[in-house]
Structure formats: C-alpha cells, structure tokens
C-alpha cells in the first residue's frame, strides 16, 4: 500500500532544519505485515529528543530512515499469529519491543531485551522483517515503529491495546514520554510518600516524571531545569520546589532520590552532586555516547550511594501503559499538560528546531484521516 511518511535523508545536516531540511514528506511503499505483525492507521505521533538524537548525529542509524516511534493508532490487520489484538482497536507504540525469551526480557523490564535491541539498532522489525521503500530503493524503520507516517507495520510486540476512551494523542504520549519518565520513578526510584524526589531537565521525559511523582503523593517534589518558562509550567503542575541548576547547586538542594532527565552531561553531575546521603541518582537521558560527566567516586563509597541506569523506564510496555492510562482516567496525571502543540506532518523540520531549542515539551502530530492514501 501506498502511505506518506516523514523521511530522514542525510544525518548531521546544519541547523536550522526549517532551512537544511534533512526531513521530507514523502510517498512510499508498505508491505502487508507477516505473521507476528500488524497494520495500524496512525492518528498522533510525538516528538522525542531520541528522533532528535538521529536528525543531528548523536545517535547514528542507517539512513534513509522513516523517523517516528513515539505514536499510537487503529489496528487494521493482524498477521496470521496474532490473536490477543483485532481490527479496530486503538494501540500504544512501544519503542523497545520484548522478546520474552532472552535474559534480559527475564528482569522484569530492568534490562533492554537483547533481540530488540539489535534488530532496533539494524532499522528492522523484531523478527527481522523490513516493510518500507520508495522508488524501489529500502527505507530502515525507525525503533521498531516509524510513527510519522499514515500507516505503519509493526510486530505485535511493539504495541499495548488501550480504551477507545484515551484520545490518540494521550495515547502516543504514553508510549515514550509517559512510559519513560514515569517508569524512572515508578519502577526505578519506588519512593515512598515520605520521601523526596527530585527532577532534573523539565523536556518531555522530566515532567512525565514530575507528574507521576505527583500522582503518588510524593511529599517533596523539586524540580529543575534552566528556562524559567519550564519551571512556571512545573509550578502550575505541582512541584513544591523549582531551581535552575545553579541555584540548586549554590544553595546545596538535596533529595532522596534525584533523576536527570535531560541526556546531558551537565545534568547528570547536577544530579549527582543533589542526591541526599544514602541516596540514587537515576539517569533516564540519552547524552550523545561520546560525552562524558565528571563525579567524585569517594562520595558514592563514603556516602552510600546508587546510581542507577534507568532505559525506557525500566519498564514492560504491556504492564505499564495499561497503568499510566488508568492513572490518567482517574484524573491523577494529567498527561494533556505536557503537550505543547498539535502540529502537520509537514511541520516536521520546524518541530525539530523547537525541540532543539527547548522550546517544546511534546509536540503531537495528528494525522488527518481525510489525506490518508490507501492502495
């Protein structure tokens, strides 16, 4: 079938975006999905800092690339081995597929599932399959997902059913930044109400943590970031405490448990260096994997310290969306607070400018049905 799609061309082009275009919107070819896969519609697709990561160079993948993995749609078909998802229901996309037959997949969502990973990295599907073209050329997917596009095909393990009653760009939001931020501390930090938590880098990721943390009644919750923009928003969210990361430093803000959210390594040492006695420092973000942080080793020994590697959430997709949704239908995380705007498909290049320069927490876009193009 025949479906548009925003297409990564060249990795590294100069900023800004909106100029080098290193994005196009472009028709191509889908195939039909094979037995563990299914063909889903998309209706909302968010903007992460990891498609980001791959239009600058920080995370290099095979290119031409159709980007997208934060998205959510109807299901229009099922391959032959699938059974538990029908036609017409709405499903989450989850970045990192689980094999359930691996080591990894054993430690209750604590690691990346070894199969997933690979086939990630490689721009195909969990069990190895490619679907896209254009031109009779091969375009990689994407994370398992391609979500900027009309319609993707993707393994049954990369999507979580949810209510019709969650609206799709919820939805989408739910299957990265939610199930991310939110995983850092449900699964990562568990605190307890008593304790407190702290949020370092306010972006899509960070105040998906900050409302979680509020959704279980954390009773002291900090929030930092370095735009006062990102902190005003954090305030009206609930954050007891907003710093940007001087004054935390300066005035010796400190917290129980503290995760950097902002893939940077500034970030994580201002994390470090405001993690409590006893306490953990949880990284969620993605820094570029030739930058380096700097902390005192002897702290984490004379201080009895953790640190902790937390990578989408530490989460099982199937598990945890289900919750999130739930969370948001009793009114306790108000997930629609995190998006910042609902954009066209052609906006593509302009939204990663915006996210380049923090000035976006999650722009969604909504596909419109009625420009949808089937064969």
Not at 18 to 36: D, H, M, N, Y
Not at 236 to 265: D, M, S, W
Not at 334 to 351: C, H, K
Request: charged letters at 20%; hydrophobic letters at 40%.
């Amino acid at each position: 079938m025949k479906i548009t799609g925003a297409v990564l061309e060249e990795i590294g082009r100069p900023r800004p975006f909106a100029e080098s275009r290193p994005v196009t919107i472009s028709e191509l070819e889908l195939g039909k999905p094979g037995p563990t896969e299914i063909l889903v519609r998309l209706e909302a697709a968010g903007i992460c800092h990891s498609d980001l990561s791959v239009v600058d160079g920080n995370r290099v993948r095979p290119v031409p690339m159709l980007l997208g993995h934060e998205a959510a749609g109807r299901v229009l078909e099922v391959g032959s081995d699938v059974s538990d998802i029908q036609a017409g229901q709405r499903v989450v996309m989850s970045f990192l597929p689980r094999c359930e037959e691996c080591d990894n997949c054993a430690e209750d969502g604590r690691l990346p599932c070894t199969a997933g990973s690979k086939t990630n990295g490689e721009g195909v599907l969990l069990h190895g399959s490619a679907h896209l073209s254009r031109g009779g050329e091969r375009v990689f997917h994407h994370l398992g997902v391609s979500g900027f596009a009309t319609h993707a095909v993707v393994d049954r393990a990369s999507a979580v059913p949810v209510g019709d009653d969650v609206p799709p760009d919820i939805a989408a939001v739910l299957g990265c930044a939610v199930l991310t931020g939110g995983g850092a501390v449900l699964n990562a930090a568990r605190p307890k109400p008593e304790d407190s938590i702290m949020i370092v880098g306010l972006g899509g990721v960070g105040m998906a943590a900050l409302i979680t943390a509020i959704s279980q009644n954390v009773s002291r919750i900090v929030a930092v970031d370095t735009l006062e923009e990102k902190l005003e928003h954090a305030r009206r969210l609930g954050a007891h405490e907003t710093f940007t990361p001087q004054q935390a430093l300066e005035q010796g803000i400190k917290a129980k448990y503290v995760i950097e959210c902002a893939g940077n390594p500034r970030a994580f040492e201002t994390a470090f260096a405001a993690t409590a006695v006893g306490g953990t420092t949880i990284t969620a973000g993605l820094p570029s994997p030739d930058a380096r942080a700097q902390i005192p080793p002897m702290t984490i020994t004379a201080e009895a310290r953790t640190i902790i590697g937390s990578y989408l959430g530490s989460a099982v997709p199937a598990r945890d969306i289900p919750k999130y949704a739930q969370l948001w239908r009793e009114g306790r995380l108000p997930v629609e607070e995190l998006i910042t705007t609902r954009i066209g498909l052609s906006d593509i290049n302009q939204a990663m400018d915006q996210l380049a320069d923090g000035k976006a927490v999650r722009q969604v876009i909504m596909f419109d049905t009625d420009h949808e193009r089937t064969s």
